[in-house]
Nanobody, 126 residues
Framework: QVQLAESGGGLVQAGGSLRLSCVVSGRTFSTAARGWFRQAPGKEREFVGAIRGSYDITSYGDSAKGRFTISSDNAKNTVYLQMSNLKPEDTAVYYC???????????????????WGQGTQVTVSS
């Protein structure tokens, strides 16, 4: 059984940075993409970004563009989300997800993802 485990969340001041990690463990499968989503209290889950394909093509949600970067270390089965210039509105639980569905899209829909991590809390103080 495949499991995803996020780490790296915490409390940071506005303008600061954090790097989240997502490690895949257990029985591996062919992964088409890995994505990051976030969910703030009372809000719907929001696409943050994804990395896909052999060439690590990345895509980002509007709130992440220019501030967040996704990267992958395949040898470690780990995907990273580097977040910079954090804002209070970035406060949320951040989830990592993996998809086995091959599509030409940007993987910005949560419905294409098969496996989800438990999430890690990110809190940005003003």
């Amino acid at each position: 059984q495949v499991q995803l485990a996020e780490s790296g969340g915490g409390l940071v001041q506005a303008g600061g940075s954090l790097r989240l990690s997502c490690v895949v463990s257990g029985r591996t499968f062919s992964t088409a993409a890995r994505g990051w989503f976030r969910q703030a209290p009372g809000k719907e889950r929001e696409f943050v970004g994804a990395i896909r394909g052999s060439y690590d093509i990345t895509s980002y949600g509007d709130s992440a563009k220019g501030r967040f970067t996704i990267s992958s270390d395949n040898a470690k089965n780990t995907v990273y989300l580097q977040m910079s210039n954090l804002k209070p509105e970035d406060t949320a639980v951040y989830y990592c997800a993996a998809s086995r569905i091959y599509t030409s899209g940007d993987y910005d829909s949560e419905y294409v993802y098969d496996v989800w991590g438990q999430g890690t809390q990110v809190t940005v103080s003003s």
